[in-house]
């Protein structure tokens, strides 16, 4: 059983490092984003599948912080593509 576990850690640093390039070669910025988000979905994988492995339960707030941290990159990108900004600064303030 714990093979498997092995088996799925390289699968997924093989998927990180294909990630990697995509965000190196990125043709477009928009595929460097997705790639980027890949990457912490990938992360977080890696960290719960290390979770099983150790038998613990102390890495299951890591993943919810990769996952936090990969949406608000997405979304961040995302308001910069619609708007040009990410914050909004008011002049009258």
Known sequence: MTVMFYIALALLSLAI?????RVVK?????????????IGICLAGIVAVL????????FLEIILLI???AFLGTAAFAKFLQKGVVIERDGNH
């Open 17 to 21: 490092g294909c990630f990697v390039y």
């Open 26 to 38: 990125g043709p477009t910025v928009a595929d460097r984003v997705i790639a980027l988000d890949a």
């Open 51 to 58: 979770s099983i492995l150790l038998e613990t339960s102390v």
């Open 67 to 69: 996952g936090i941290l």
